[in-house]
């Protein structure tokens, strides 16, 4: 809201620079979003002057010696002079010794270049009335000689422009802010003297309005309409257009601006009619039906609903309530007899309608936030006084007033103790006292209270319905002491002994991890769109993790894994150059499984090959295995051992992967999914990225992270000497390493018995190829012996290895490769 | 005898000295001491010694036997040098950069997130955390947000169709939708109805809004909220805390200031501005940080703790905003493109 200070200044006599200003206004809780100084400051000694010769200055090619004739304000003066675009006869404003221009620019007799000046002939910036000036500033309709140069440039002014927070719509005025000021710089408030009260004079004109009926009262809880007669529609004066102009508003007519103006000072919008032209001379409050049309003020045509408030004459609806007022129905040049209403609406309904119209006006933003019915009636005579003081006219009956019958009082009782407990420090009760008072918070009673300090009944007033308990005065309190004068302290906090969230630890585990695995972090969007999803990830994702409102097409989607965010971070550093390999995101994933979503705390990552560049030494690129072993140590920082969760290859519910290099374990069914291999080749290339490109990711339910580790317990060891005994077993290619070692494992154990201890069974080598059978491979296992007790002799050894040959050979499809 | 073996030590020594490999060596040394060697040939016939010479001849023998060892331990000692030697190759280059990437390194947001957490929990706060998608309940109601707040409408916020089902987000009332949360706030209330006063938790995370994104805007952004509930809380801790946090974050010479505000879920309400010349690119006197204010006693009734009894602060940031400020970013976009030229400023 634009607030002038001219206008201020009617109600209240502030005399604080525009600095002191804006720091009150900040700390009142106004916030100032930009200071606009518009028209001319105060400039003494600034004259109006007129050019009689021009000559060229002997010593300067760009200069010229000027006789300028300042009438009464001291006949001619010389000045010397480095403008271009004037001639002799303009008449210009002249800056004589003795004049300070903005900026602190004293102005002095002085010799340049040799030649004594007098003083300066001015431009519009040197002069504050323009941002950027081209030489002087040739003043129009030739202002009588040695005028002060005030009385010709227009007034100077300065405008804030303030952000009010919504509970504050009494702020929405010059009245409301200049209560704020006075109250902070302890002066009193000056209201508008009205003329009229009310009290209709003329004789009645039923002719013009003979009624007012209002169909939906708990839309429009008071309803006002005054009739002025014989009334001249004409520019406004001076005054009005200025203030009107300083705020941004253009004047149109003394009615419509006096609407406007008692709106900015009061906050209660108004809406005049031409009387002429309501249709049966009737107004009727109600609902629109539900395709009822009217065209706006500002030409277009608006279809209404029934949950939208109009008033209407006898046939057709004249004005959209509280929001813009009909094409047909405002007043015109001619109009003569008016009808002025001063009404309160439901805020609900005119947010309603306006947003789904559309269409918002400073009044509908006003209605929106709240006006107070209380003082309506103020603003209705307000504004009767300045249409009769600049149109003329006269008020007749009848006058109507429908609603508004439920009367305002509230009080609270609040302590001095209890203020200064909720500070934190103490402020005397006699401050407290004259702060409140200040906003017209009057103490109805006070009471003295031995423990607690005075008790105040305080009363609010009615334009104050957002303070409603002792919590809320803390606050105005707060506001008028100065938030900036809070005393400072030490921040005491007895430990509460808690550990942070489960979901924290794990995050910062498994950053933790990844970073000191030498992967850059990243952050990326989580929404993502519906294609990229029904791509890479599944149909029924791409259905149900849908935003009801997306804000952009390709942003509708809750993602349902960071790989796609990574792909997209890695193709813009290869597009721009910037060699890339390892790049990792920590953050929540969505997961669909069977129409229910969840979300999940996740870990995922992408290895991609060095692309185009050249190394001095070669290092072989990551592989299958390496994005295994980043997922299982994803998998450990949530407690869960990956080596004794059953591998699957990965099907349908990532599309992206490479089937046969790429594998999955758990299930949403136990709270977690792991993720990992090679990203599918062809589709990786469709996104423009080259080369293989490994990636893993891990998502478990925040709920299953306990954040507990399981206490590890101690287990002896042998210090005996390992037996060890390798096999090679030939199996067909499909089979899997863990398969055959379980097995063998099995059987080893088996054939020991309890003579001693099989501590490992681990595969060293995979073959197939030449020597072997097509369609087979040999995988060659490593077992380790060993006693707790003794050196194991070469002889048991051999036997149980016999053993386990013959067991294999007996119970297994596989054979024994020699 | 004697010159023989003076002869033989003499041999040896030129032989050893030749050799260059293990296998030379220990066929040398066959050669020598071995059992087929010439020193034991020459020990064989010491039979053939007389008697009386026996003793010397004795004496000389393991004297040359000596001698031998020594020579072939240095002809040993020669070789390994060598072969080790060999296994080295020639000396580095120390000045070639490695081939490996790294190192890794954090987001900027995740380093002003934990270096803030680590500020707050020497102060008593533990790190909270709750789910992105959240219910109308805990994002607005149950923070005192009335109903015909913009942010609750559909312009503002991100919602879900009322089909969507989240398996493990909670809603309070059956009817409630789900959208994303557009504060952290919503962890405050779940907070609260989880565990019982005294409670001083930070929770930092992902929130969103529903705007364009442009140098200062993204749709998804991140908050750090600190939530205080104990007994007899006052506005003057509530500054306390503020001042130690960017004290502590932004130096000594940062200054926080108060501007009364409002927000529906604190009473009464502030901004927090920071005075901060003396960081990078900050031109400002004031720069607004964050708002805060007292927890409203409606938002306490409506998660049942007595607010006679109880009282508290709470505090809400933007993380990006703070990003952006300590390192002098001016462009939020950043933080999401991921260029490696930009993450790897702030390890």
């Known amino acids: 809201m634009k607030i002038s200070l001219n206008w201020i200044k009617d109600y209240v006599a502030l005399e604080a620079s525009v600095e002191e200003l804006g720091r009150a206004l900040t700390l009142l809780g106004l916030e100032v979003e930009q200071i606009i100084r518009t028209g001319a400051p105060q400039l003494d000694q600034v004259f109006v002057g007129e050019v009689l010769v021009r000559d060229k200055h002997p010593n300067a090619d760009k200069l010229s010696v000027c006789q300028v004739d300042l009438g009464s304000a001291g006949g001619v003066k010389t000045i010397v002079c480095g403008a271009q675009n004037y001639k002799v006869g303009d008449r210009v404003p002249v800056a004589l010794a003795g004049a300070v221009l903005p900026g602190n620019f004293v102005i002095k007799q002085s010799k340049i270049r040799g030649q004594l000046s007098d003083g300066m002939m001015c431009s519009a ?52 802010i200049a209560r704020e000021l006075a109250a902070w710089f302890k002066l009193p408030l000056i209201y508008p003297q009205e003329k009229f009260r009310g009290k209709v004079e003329g004789a009645a004109h039923p002719e013009l309005l003979h009624n007012v009926s209002v169909l939906s009262p708990e839309d429009c809880p008071l309803y006002t309409a005054h009739i002025i ?74 279809t209404l609903s029934s949950r939208m408030l109009v008033i209407a004459d006898a046939a057709q609806p004249v004005v959209i309530a509280g929001i813009m007022g009909g094409e047909n129905s405002g007043v015109s040049d001619d109009t003569t007899d008016l009808v002025l209403e001063c009404a309160i609406f439901r805020r609900q309904t005119v947010r309603w309608t306006s947003k789904h119209l559309g269409l918002t006006s400073d009044s509908s933003y006003r209605y929106e936030r709240g006006v107070d019915p209380h003082s309506a009636l103020e603003a209705a005579y307000r504004a009767v006084d300045l249409i009769l003081e600049t149109a003329g006219g006269q008020v007749v009956g009848p006058a109507f007033h429908v609603g508004g019958d439920v009367p305002w009082k509230r009080e609270i009782v609040v302590t001095h103790g209890y203020i200064c407990d909720q500070l934190g420090f103490e402020i005397p009760a006699a401050e407290m006292r004259t702060a409140l008072e200040a906003l017209e918070l009057s103490i109805a009673r006070e009471e003295p209270n031995a423990a607690r300090g005075p008790a105040w009944t305080v009363t609010v007033p009615s334009w104050r319905d957002d303070l409603d308990r002792p919590i809320d005065l803390v606050e105005e309190v707060l506001r008028l002491h100065g938030t900036d004068k809070i005393p400072p302290a030490v921040v005491s906090s007895p430990g509460l002994i808690g550990d942070d969230d489960p ?46 409102n997306p804000f952009v097409d390709d942003q509708s989607h809750l993602r349902p894994t960071m790989i796609m965010g990574l792909l997209e971070s890695l193709k813009l550093n290869q597009s721009r150059g910037v060699p890339v390999t390892q790049l990792c995101e920590v953050g929540r994933i969505f997961i669909e499984r069977n129409g229910q979503n969840y979300e999940c705390a996740a870990a995922g990552f992408v290895l991609a090959e060095p692309m185009g560049e050249r190394s001095w030494l070669k290092r072989e690129p990551a592989d299958f295995y390496a994005a295994k072993k980043h997922v299982a140590a994803l998998a450990a920082a949530a407690g869960i051992d990956l080596v004794r969760q059953p591998l699957v290859p990965v099907t349908g519910s990532f599309y992206g992967w490479q089937e046969g290099h790429s594998a999955a374990a758990g299930e949403m069914a136990q709270g977690w999914t792991a993720r ?21 990711i891990f998502a478990i339910l925040p709920e299953k992270l306990t954040g507990e580790a399981t206490r590890r317990r101690y287990a002896d060891f042998s210090l ?41 069974v681990e595969v060293f080598d995979v073959y197939h190829g030449k020597g072997l059978p097509e369609g087979k491979k040999s995988l060659a296992f490593s077992l380790v012996f060993r006693s707790a007790e003794r050196t194991l002799t070469d002889d048991e050894v051999n036997a149980v290895g016999q053993k386990i040959q013959d067991e294999i050979a007996k119970s297994t499809p596989w054979q024994i490769r020699k | 005898m004697q010159a023989t073996l003076t002869a033989l030590v003499a041999k040896a020594q030129t032989d050893l000295a030749a050799l260059k490999s293990r296998p030379e060596f220990e066929a040398a040394k066959a050669r020598l001491v071995g059992p087929n060697g010439e020193l034991t040939a020459l020990m064989k016939q010491m039979g053939a010694v007389p008697k009386d010479q026996r003793p010397a001849m004795g004496k000389l023998i393991n004297e040359t036997k000596t001698a031998l060892q020594a020579l072939l331990d240095t002809a040993l000692g020669t070789i390994e040098a060598a072969e080790l030697q060999a296994q080295l190759g020639p000396a580095v280059d120390p000045t070639l950069p490695s081939p490996d990437a790294g190192p890794g390194t954090y987001h900027p947001l995740t380093l002003v997130r934990e270096e803030m957490c680590r500020i707050l929990r020497k102060v008593g706060f533990t790190v909270a955390d709750g789910p992105e998608v959240e219910t109308e309940y805990y994002c607005f109601d149950a923070l005192n947000t009335p109903a015909d707040h913009p942010a609750r409408d559909t312009q503002d916020s991100f919602f879900f169709p009322p089909t969507a089902r989240f398996g493990n987000v909670s809603k309070h009332t059956p009817d409630e939708k789900y959208l994303l949360r557009t504060h952290t706030s919503s962890v405050q209330i779940r907070t609260m109805l989880k ?55 932004l130096g000594k010479a940062t200054k926080t200031r108060f501007r009364p505000h409002y927000f529906s879920y604190t009473e009464p309400s502030f901004e927090v501005d920071l005075g901060a010349t003396h960081l990078p690119k900050v031109k400002k006197d004031w720069i607004e940080i964050g708002g805060c204010g007292m927890v409203d006693p409606s938002v306490f009734a409506g998660v049942g703790y007595d607010p006679e009894v109880w009282s508290g602060y709470a505090f809400g940031m933007g993380l990006e905003r703070l990003a952006m400020l300590l390192y002098g970013i001016d462009d939020i976009r950043y933080f999401y493109q991921n260029d490696l030229r930009f993450l790897k400023q702030f390890a």
Request: charged share 25%.
């Open chain 1, 503 to 548: 979901v924290v630890l794990f995050n910062r585990r498994v950053t933790d991890y990844l970073v000191g695995h030498d992967f850059h972090e990243c952050v990326s969007y989580t929404l993502r769109s519906a294609k990229e999803i029904s791509t890479w990830v599944s149909q029924t994702a791409a259905v149900e993790l849908a935003l009801a």
């Open chain 2, 195 to 249: 565990g019982e006063p005294p409670i001083r938790i930070v929770s930092p995370g992902r929130t969103y809004r529903r705007d364009t994104t442009d140098a200062t805007h993204s749709a998804n952004f991140h908050q750090l909220e600190c939530l205080y509930v104990d007994k007899n809380v006052t506005v003057r801790d509530l500054k306390a805390l503020l001042d130690y946090i960017f004290g502590s974050l």
């Open chain 1, 125 to 176: 910036k040197e002069l504050g009335v323009a941002e950027d000036a081209d030489g002087l500033l040739i003043l129009d309709g030739r202002p009588a000689l040695g005028t002060p140069i005030n009385a010709v440039l227009p007034v100077g002014d300065v405008v804030f422009d303030l952000e009010i927070t919504p509970n504050r719509p009494d702020c929405q005025s010059h009245l409301g």
């Open chain 1, 720 to 760: 005996m000497p390992a037996a060890l005994r390798d096999f090679a077993l030939v199996v067909d290619l499909a089979v899997q390493s863990d398969e055959v070692r379980k097995t063998l494992a099995k059987i080893a154990r088996a054939a020991i018995g309890n003579a001693f201890a099989l501590e490992s």
């Open chain 1, 229 to 302: 007669k014989g009334i001249k529609i004409g520019p406004s004066p001076a005054w009005l257009r200025e203030r009107l102009t300083a705020v941004g508003l253009r004047p149109i007519n003394n009615v419509v601006d006096v609407g406007n103006y008692v709106m900015l000072e009061t906050g209660q919008p108004l809406h005049a009619f031409d009387a002429r032209k309501l249709g049966g001379h009737q107004i009727v409050v109600r609902r629109a039906a539900d395709g009822e049309k009217i065209t706006t003020l500002d030409g277009k045509e608006r």
């Open chain 1, 676 to 696: 990992f291999g090679l990203l599918n080749l062809a589709m990786v290339r469709s996104l423009g990225l080259e080369g293989k490109i490994y990636a893993g």
